[in-house]
């Protein structure tokens, strides 16, 4: 099955992901999509009932450190190199209206 994302579909998706693209760009963009989209289809094709899960391509042990509780950051020490202070935090503009 050859998917094919026409020029109407391709400013809908960029619109929707808030990208602006020039004319240039729109025919590359429907070319590269219809491709995802085939690469999509030869995957659902594939007998994937008896494939676990997985959050990694290859197994990873000991990919994250114990959560453990220890001492935090003395606030001095963060506040030290700050542009501003307040009320012993961290003080940031506020946003213009």
Known sequence: MRAVIDRDEVLHVARLARLQLSEDEVEPMARELSAVLDHIATIAQLDLDDVLPTTHV????????????????????????APAVSNDGFSVPSPQA
């Open 58 to 81: 290859v197994e990873v042990s000991d990919g994250l450190r114990a959560d453990e509780p220890r001492d935090s950051l003395p606030r001095e020490v963060a506040l030290a190199q």
